[in-house]
């Protein structure tokens, strides 16, 4: 099976624009969770679905939004871009209890 | 609230000698216990789970972890290290009917020739 799949693996964005991420899940998998990795916060979740329908919420401002969709593919946007939003961006695929991550997604906010 | 602590930010070990990396976690029930490691602006690699049963868990790349609740501990080792085993390693937490994951900080593992 492919394994999941990020996409743009780079981003350039000036603050105050908005960014989309794409996620695929892993073949199967109906969940998929959003974290936010940082040098100073670390890895932090930000929000799962399963089956189109958000199941948990981290704590993170309103600006951060996902959705699924009916093929699991799931998108996450970011809107009014912070320089604090820079990050590595990680999608998180989940079937039973298996969890594996995508390669990420880069964001530079400048 | 569950929790992950990784006391050691940073450890050097020399290549051929073997590993041990400390995890310790909070959680109310039996929880379902990760170990990942990343390399640089790479993203995480499962190495091996646990979820219950034996509680000596064999993954990929010739690491294994032990789970001692009484110690709340899910500590990783190898035997012996080669020098491609230079990376970080996250130590995770998470539940059979949630899938949120904490993380712990990370431990960032060097490897000497």
């Known amino acids: 099976k492919a394994g999941v799949t990020q996409t743009p693996r780079y981003l350039i964005k000036t603050r105050g624009q908005q960014v989309t991420l794409s996620c695929s899940p892993i073949?199967?998998?109906?969940?998929v969770s959003w974290y936010q990795q940082t040098p100073g916060q670390g890895l932090q979740f930000l929000f799962e679905y399963f089956s189109e329908t958000q199941r948990n919420k981290g704590n993170f401002p309103g600006r951060f939004s996902g959705r699924q969709f009916s093929n699991s593919r799931s998108e996450m946007n970011v809107s009014t871009l912070e320089l604090g939003d820079s990050a590595l961006y990680l999608c998180?695929?989940?079937?039973?209890?298996?969890?594996?991550f995508g390669q990420g997604t880069r964001l530079t906010v400048v | 609230a569950q929790s992950v602590t990784q006391p050691d930010i940073h450890i050097t070990v020399s290549e051929g000698a073997s590993l041990e990396l400390r995890c310790n976690y909070s959680?109310?029930?039996?929880?379902?216990l990760f170990w990942y490691v990343q390399s640089p602006g790479q993203g995480l690699q499962l190495l091996l789970k646990?979820?219950?049963?034996?509680?000596l868990v064999q993954g990929i790349k010739g690491f294994e972890a032990e789970f001692k609740r009484s110690q709340s501990s899910f500590n990783l080792r190898k035997p012996s290290v080669h020098w491609s085993d230079a990376a970080e390693y996250f130590c995770a937490v998470g539940a059979s009917d949630d899938y949120k994951l904490s993380f712990g900080a990370g431990t960032t593992v060097t490897v000497r020739a």
């Open positions: 998180a695929s989940r079937d039973s209890a298996w969890t594996f």
């Open positions: 959680y109310g029930a039996t929880p379902y």
């Open positions: 646990y979820f219950s049963g034996d509680t």
């Open positions: 073949s199967g998998h109906r969940s």
